[in-house]
Antibody, heavy 116, light 113 residues
Framework: EVQLVESGGGLVQPGGSLRLSCTAY????????MTWLRQTPGKGLEWVSGISGFTEYYADSVKGRFTISRDNSKNTLYLGLNSLRAEDTGVYYC???????????WGQGTLVTVSS | DIVMTQSPDSLAVSLGERATINCKSSQSVLYSSNNKNYLAWYQQKPRQPPKLLIY???TRESGVPDRFSGSGSGTEFTLTISSLQAEDVAVYYCQQYYSSPDTFGQGTKLEIK
């Protein structure tokens, strides 16, 4: 059974940093594109960043501030969040899929709150 | 970016009746090389992540009840629930994966009348 388990969310001040992790189970992690999405009250569901092989993709709103990476030996996807803003507040999901493919599995989500 | 617009924003349907949700994309998501529509539908229940229901506009994900069906091509798509069950109360989203960034509709909240 495919399972994605996120961690690393929390409360952070504007300008601060966080690192989110997503550990994958039940499929060949290294062979799949992976994606981070977020859900906010203001913008709904929003694609944030994706990685296919070692090619990285970013939404314009996070380019230069967020960094996606993966460690295939640990079946883990990461998202580094820097220079956080209030509008980055939301539930962050990792999902299996991306790069012109649908998202067939989602993690349970981790809440990021940016507030002073 | 491709803009996805769903209608209606909310919908109340009686148990056992048909529910229809529409999704329109600002440009075609039909890829001519393989004749596939890069369009998916998701269901999200409270305090849960979205769950894939339909992909390639009309292919039902494994384990999804056959009362759920998707149709349409190009820029106009429909999700139909043929006979609404109580467990179908949720918010439904369409998503295009034809071009980056992937984009979602604003969601349609489905309730029981």
């Amino acid at each position: 059974e495919v399972q994605l388990v996120e961690s690393g969310g929390g409360l952070v001040q504007p300008g601060g940093s966080l690192r989110l992790s997503c550990t994958a189970y039940g499929f060949i992690f290294s062979s799949n594109a992976m994606t981070w999405l977020r859900q906010t009250p203001g913008k709904g569901l929003e694609w944030v960043s994706g990685i296919s092989g070692f090619t990285e993709y970013y939404a314009d709103s996070v380019k230069g501030r967020f960094t996606i990476s993966r460690d295939n030996s640990k079946n883990t996807l990461y998202l580094g969040l820097n220079s956080l803003r209030a509008e980055d507040t939301g539930v962050y999901y990792c999902a299996k899929g991306g790069s012109r493919w649908y998202f067939d599995s989602w993690g349970q989500g981790t809440l990021v709150t940016v507030s002073s | 970016d491709i803009v996805m617009t769903q209608s209606p924003d909310s919908l109340a349907v009686s148990l056992g009746e048909r529910a229809t949700i529409n999704c329109k994309s600002s440009q075609s998501v039909l890829y001519s090389s393989n004749n596939k529509n890069y369009l998916a539908w998701y269901q999200q229940k409270p305090r849960q992540p979205p769950k894939l229901l339909i992909y390639w506009a009309s292919t039902r994900e494994s384990g999804v009840p056959d009362r759920f069906s998707g149709s349409g091509s190009g820029t106009e798509f429909t999700l139909t629930i043929s006979s609404l069950q109580a467990e179908d109360v949720a918010v439904y989203y369409c998503q295009q994966y034809y071009s980056s960034p992937d984009t979602f509709g604003q969601g349609t909240k489905l309730e029981i009348k």
